[in-house]
T-cell receptor, first 114, second 113 residues
Framework: DTGVSQDPRHKITKRGQNVTFRCDPI?????LYWYRQTLGQGPEFLTYFQNEAQLEKSRLLSDRFSAERPKGSFSTLEIQRTEQGDSAMYLC????????????FGQGTRLTVV | GEDVEQSLFLSVREGDSSVINCTYT??????LYWYKQEPGAGLQLLTY?????DMKQDQRLTVLLNKKDKHLSLRIADTQTGDSAIYFC?????????????FGKGTKLSVIP
């Protein structure tokens, strides 16, 4: 399978716990994005990486959220001290380098904070 | 500010054409997209159009762009039950560097057999 892969697909956690999600982009895609989607809404942009550099962050990305892409391949999104409002689908997308506007999404990680 | 709006629901009979509409406010939008999302799944890129085009056709899908009115539509010919899903309109700007997408809330298409 050469698509964008996300792990886990589902995560249930207690409020206050930390969680970490992983995204493996399509091979050789330099651009990687994280989005958050809540029920009944479209996805909202969280952050963007060009290779290992995090170049853009949304105001939605509070200081409890941190994202990394240490070697320019897979990426992790960590949420510390989770709150019920963090419950959402977290989507990862990747895109080839300059000149392509196509972004391909993974299946997402559904987070439920109880 | 940037905003993308869509009607929330559309119901059509199998075999008919579906037309899903979208309006956007950012006049500097460079690309406009249609994504499909089935229940519990990620987003599937259906098609996209560059802002200097006014039409793009791909098999059963036809995208029309009216840049003056900032209106985008997706026509699905011969709609099938497998087309039942949520369809998202999105826009991005090349000048932003990242091509980050701004999405509408989605149109839920229900196909009646």
């Amino acid at each position: 399978d050469t698509g964008v892969s996300q792990d886990p697909r589902h995560k249930i956690t207690k409020r206050g716990q930390n969680v970490t999600f992983r995204c493996d982009p399509i091979s050789e895609h330099n651009r990687l994005y994280w989005y958050r989607q809540t029920l009944g809404q479209g996805p909202e942009f969280l952050t963007y990486f060009q290779n290992e550099a995090q170049l853009e962050k949304s105001r939605l990305l509070s200081d409890r959220f941190s994202a990394e892409r240490p070697k320019g391949s897979f990426s992790t999104l960590e949420i510390q001290r989770t709150e019920q409002g963090d419950s959402a689908m977290y989507l990862c997308a990747s895109s080839p380098d300059r000149g392509s506007a196509e972004a391909f999404f993974g299946q997402g990680t559904r987070l439920t904070v109880v | 500010g940037e905003d993308v709006e869509q009607s929330l629901f559309l119901s059509v009979r199998e075999g008919d054409s579906s037309v899903i509409n979208c309006t956007y406010t950012d006049s500097s939008s460079t690309y406009l997209y249609w994504y499909k999302q089935e229940p519990g799944a990620g987003l599937q890129l259906l098609t996209y159009i560059f802002s200097n085009m006014d039409m793009k056709q791909d098999q059963r899908l036809t995208v029309l762009l009216n840049k003056k009115d900032k209106h985008l539509s997706l026509r699905i010919a011969d709609t099938q039950t497998g087309d039942s899903a949520i369809y998202f309109c999105a826009e991005s700007r090349a000048g932003a560097g990242s091509y980050q997408l701004t999405f509408g809330k989605g149109t839920k298409l229900s196909v009646i057999p």
